[in-house]
């Protein structure tokens, strides 16, 4: 979306139409692309931040122009860059200033919570066993601690503990009813507190 | 806290004047093309598929689909229509034949004859980009009426579907399905007679849907376990298929009688046939369940298990599998399960000899099918590793000069990787595995997003001594290591490496050591210094020409420049990798509490950086580095490779 902005500065002169492109989110490491429209290509542009050393650091952002009064802006934010931010970007023609503001949110990666234990789909109980431990082990890159709970159709016959941070534990011991069913599925959900989640069905087979 | 500071510092990029020799900027669609337009004959909220090349994503611009021609009905008007259109990859576009398009044709039948053409809403530029016209015609019908010519499934297992041909069938979404009804008695085996007394009457309506998306002559009656159960049998009775058009009218396309005898479940083969810890066994076979929760299909091994080195003993185990069709069966090496339990997959190997079964179950009822003899190999445990290329390490090959010779780059990088760890039972892949269900990953970037020029790190938590972690990932974000006080962002920083520049880019900060040779060998190629390899220069890049490269190449030897500078960064990343990967499996100094080898040695991989010169590193008259020697028995130990080591002299790790 294309917010396109003539504001006046501190000078009588009307400043000249500025598009800019709307609200972004990035993960840090990513490059962000933005391309910005100036309607006079006579104007100049520069672009202001909260970030005081976007501008001095080694890794800092380009905007290069193009014909017809595009230029396009390229940064690459770095982890001490998570957060909200505003990119400011400025059309100067003569003295008649306009603004326009891109909010960025910097994100520290890809948030997605993964199971890494048990990799199998499940497992069974043999005839004369009656109870079973299984652990499950996520990893979650944007969180030191999750929380699990049980999921849907979840056996009166099993409980869930988590034992450190990333990791829980199921104990299962049939019923009458589990050997009835014949099969037990055990569904653990995972999920911090930004509210990512994800879910791991393991089955029980009794024999 | 930084963005609460006012301090705002204006930079300014573009002057006055002199902009008429600025070139426009791209917006990606230079290759923008459509191939066809179909399917031929549409109804009311059918999906167009556009198949075309180029097509970007829907951040970078908004796709329309442009129909001019002519549409007649009862009669013939002019066409001139733009519809949405909307991604589904580089080469497939859809879109929808929807009220708004059916509103200007203003009617439902006819045929629509003309140019087809591609826009594009660029977000980049704001300017509208077109493809290039190509002739289409679509048949508009209200209505379509299914005519069966054949009916296939006289003996089939569960899963397996019913093949009815002829035409005019549906292709499922906003058109509406092809729907058939069964009709009849199903008889299980060992039940006797007749069905009408022993047997389950039967009347069943599911959807029929094309076997061939796009296909309208062909559609499949799939024989799920919830029509007839899981007990083989005979089904005796009829089938009816009709149209379900999307207003909810159905549309009769006549009935056939249908005997279909279901079989027992089979397993034809277990592949591959040596599988290790967090591998992926593929059952091939025939009447597989497990699509719903209250199913699974077991595999039960039967037979002896020989250790290597132990004597063989019975074996008995069921295992749970993951359903992936009816013919297909997917289980995954697991420490946890029957197998897991009663074989420890990370130090035992040997070899299964007997029978596997297939077992049917849908809640307490249990199938099984016959015994199909079976070897499986147990085998040494494998760290798998994925090298992941994220897109700024494209713009790190720009930066290098090497972009169109990326391919060459990455070939070898991973010559580096195993060569490094020959011996050792580690296997780097260029893609993401699908024939493993653990494997680690190492992502190759561009910039160090810590912001501290660094060539690499291993962001994953602690030390895992003994690789007790076969799925660990060098790259992202680690928040626990972060929480221990460590850097959290990890993987490959490819544009570090132009820090051993004398005079690196603009964007990229000195390192500690620069290097004349660096100079020499990447100022021909870098853009800002000399001239990138070209395509046709990467053409020639043949993985024997850049491993045999001799570095430096002479002054105006462009040929060998090229070549030495591919080599060169390869080798840069490539023993890079292999460090931060030997962090990941535990080392330095796996018995201690050192991360780098002690001192500075030549030529050792778990050196830390600075004792790593450039020269080493890109194996010009040093190098390449090696693991010391503790360093390579404890990988030996942890990931055994049956082969014998390699022979290479390995300096001391103390």
Known sequence: MWVVLALSACGPRTGIPLAVPGARTVEVGHELQLTVRVADPAAKLSFDSDLTDLTTRPLRPTLTPFAGGEASFRWTPLGEDVGDHVITFIADLDGAFSRGNVPVTVVAGEHVIVFREPAGDGSTLATGVDCVDVGFLVDDPAAVEVTFTEGADWPASATLASVGPLDANVHFCASAADRAAGIVPLVVQASDDSGASTTKRYVVVLN | ?654
């Open chain 2, 1 to 654: 806290m930084k963005s609460l500071q006012v301090l705002l510092v204006a930079i300014i990029l573009v002057g006055c004047g002199a902009k008429s020799g600025l070139p426009p900027l791209d917006p990606g669609l230079g290759h923008l093309a459509l191939t066809s337009v179909g399917p031929p004959l549409i109804l009311p909220g059918s999906q167009l598929v556009l198949v075309g090349q180029g097509f970007i994503d829907p951040s970078l611009g908004k796709a329309r689909l442009r129909l001019q021609g002519t549409f007649t009905a009862t009669t013939s008007r002019d066409l001139d229509v733009v519809v949405a259109a909307r991604y589904v990859d580089a080469t497939h576009l859809t879109a929808q034949v929807d009220s708004g398009l059916l509103g200007f044709l203003g009617a439902s039948d006819g045929m629509l004859r003309g140019d087809a053409q591609i826009l594009y809403d660029s977000a980049i530029d704001g300017q509208i980009h077109g493809s290039a016209t190509i002739p289409f015609s679509l048949q508009l019908v209200s209505s379509l009426t299914p005519v069966v010519t054949s009916v296939a499934g006289s003996t089939l297992h569960l899963n397996d579907a019913v093949l009815v041909s002829g035409s005019g069938f549906l292709l499922g979404g906003g058109e509406g399905s092809t729907r058939a009804l069964l009709t009849g008695c199903f008889l299980a085996d060992g039940n006797g007679g007749p069905c009408s007394t022993k047997g389950s009457p039967i009347t069943v309506e599911i959807e029929a849907p094309p076997v061939t998306a796009g296909d309208r002559t062909q559609v499949g009656v799939l024989l799920a376990p919830d029509i007839f159960g899981i007990h083989p049998g005979v089904f005796s009775g009829s089938l009816k298929i009709f149209n379900q058009l999307a207003s909810g009218q159905p549309v009769d396309g006549g009935t056939r009688t249908l005997v279909t005898t279901l079989q027992l479940p089979e397993v034809v083969k277990l592949a591959p046939s040596a599988a290790s810890l967090g591998q992926i066994v593929i059952a091939t076979g025939a009447g597989f369940i497990g699509g719903v929760s209250d199913e699974v299909t077991l595999l039960r091994l039967q037979g002896t298990f020989a250790p290597d080195g132990a004597p063989s003993a019975a074996v008995d185990l069921t295992l749970v599998s993951g359903f992936v069709d009816g013919t297909h069966a997917r289980y995954v090496l697991d420490e946890v399960d029957a197998l897991g339990r009663g074989v420890d997959l990370r130090h035992v190997t040997g070899k299964f000899t007997g029978t596997v079964t297939p077992v049917l179950r849908k809640g307490a009822v249990q199938v099984s099918g016959p015994a199909t003899a079976v070897t499986l190999q147990i085998a040494p445990v494998r760290q798998v590793v994925a090298l992941h290329y994220l897109p700024s390490f494209d713009e790190s090959l720009r930066r290098f000069g090497v972009l169109t010779a990326g391919a060459a780059v990455r070939q070898r990088i991973l010559t580096v990787a195993a060569r490094d760890y020959d011996g050792v039972n580690i296997d780097f892949r260029a893609d993401t595995p699908t024939d493993f269900a653990v494997y680690a990953q190492v992502d190759v970037v561009g910039p160090d997003p810590n912001g501290l020029g660094l060539l690499g790190y291993d962001n994953t938590p602690g030390k895992d001594v003994g690789n007790q972690r076969l799925f660990d990932r060098i790259g992202g974000v680690n928040a626990t290591t972060q929480e221990d006080g460590f850097s959290g962002y990890g993987g490959i920083f490819a544009d570090q490496f132009l820090g051993f520049s004398a005079h690196p880019p603009t964007q990229i900060a000195a390192l500690g050591q620069q290097s004349t040779t660096f100079d020499v060998i990447f100022d021909p190629i870098r853009p800002d210094t000399g001239l990138p390899i070209t395509a046709l220069e990467a053409t020639q890049l043949t993985a024997a020409a850049v491993d045999g490269a001799v570095c430096p190449a002479e002054t105006g030897n462009r040929p060998g420049q090229v070549r030495c500078a591919v080599r060169v960064l390869g080798n840069l990343l490539g023993s890079t990798v292999t460090h931060e990967v030997g962090h990941s499996l535990g080392l330095a100094d796996p018995t201690g509490m050192l991360f780098h080898n002690p001192g500075d040695e030549p030529n050792r991989l778990m050196d830390a950086g600075d004792a790593r010169p450039f020269e080493e590193r890109a194996e010009l008259g040093e190098g390449p580095g090696v693991f010391c020697t503790d360093d390579y028995d404890y990988l030996r130990g942890i990931l055994p490779k049956i082969s014998a080591p390699p022979s290479v002299t390995r300096p001391g790790c103390d």
